[in-house]
């Protein structure tokens, strides 16, 4: 069975950082695409980063760019988000999503950490 | 503001039919296909229409999926109580994008 679980949220102030991480299991986790998907508290789905298989193609949305990395670890199956520069609209719930890869879908979620960046 | 639309609620009596609708735009729904998403209350999203309209497994066939031009609609029939949730349309286009996201109501 498919298992992502997600740590290392909690409360930061604004300009501090954090690093989320995502460790995956019951998967070959090197062959699939993944993604940080975020949600602000009452809010909807917003899409936050994309890391291929082997790493080589990287996507981020234009309100973290440049403030936050997404990486993996495939000899640990984990999948990783530092966030430095936090600012008070980064609060949300972080969830890691899988990215089926034989269709286009998000076919696997983790059940998210909160980050809530507040003075 | 979110890159899909979506009617931020609906409502229907239980083992009615209800419809979601999905608007974009050539650059991501009209050239893409389309997935939708149903969070129950404090849990996760869960996957269920891909490709538009195809069902992963364990999906019951209540749930349907079509596509026309730059829309999308979710369809639920047989409305039970336990469908109550928010439902998210999504595609790709270089990026995930998002609907805004539609409360079900089962009344």
């Known amino acids: 069975e498919v298992q992502l679980v997600e740590s290392g949220g909690g409360l930061v102030q604004p300009g501090g950082s954090l690093r989320l991480s995502c460790a995956a299991s019951g998967l070959t986790f090197s062959s699939y695409e993944m993604n940080w998907v975020r949600q602000a508290p009452g809010k909807g789905l917003e899409w936050v980063s994309y890391v291929s298989g082997s790493a080589t193609s990287i996507y981020y949305a234009d309100s973290v760019k440049g403030r936050f990395t997404i990486s993996r670890d495939n000899a640990k199956n984990s999948l990783y988000l530092q966030m430095n520069s936090l600012r008070a609209e980064d609060t949300a719930v972080y969830y890691c999503?899988?990215?089926?890869?034989?269709?286009?879908?998000?076919?696997?979620w983790g059940q998210g950490t909160l980050v809530t960046v507040s003075s | 503001q979110s890159v899909l639309t979506q009617p931020p609620s609906v409502s229907a009596a239980p083992g009615q039919k209800v419809t979601i609708s999905c608007s974009g735009s050539s650059s991501n729904i009209g050239n893409n296909y389309v997935s939708w998403y149903q969070q129950l209350p404090g849990t996760a999203p869960k996957l269920l229409i891909y490709d538009n309209d195809r069902r992963p497994s364990g999906i019951p066939d209540r749930f349907s999926g079509s596509k026309s031009g730059t829309s999308a609609t979710l369809g639920i029939t047989g409305l039970q109580t336990g469908d109550e949730a928010d439902y998210y349309c999504?595609?790709?286009?270089?990026?995930?994008?998002f609907g805004g996201g539609t409360k079900l109501t089962v009344l």
């Open positions: 999504g595609t790709w286009d270089g990026s995930w994008v």
């Open positions: 999503a899988r990215e089926n890869g034989d269709y286009v879908g998000l076919d696997y």
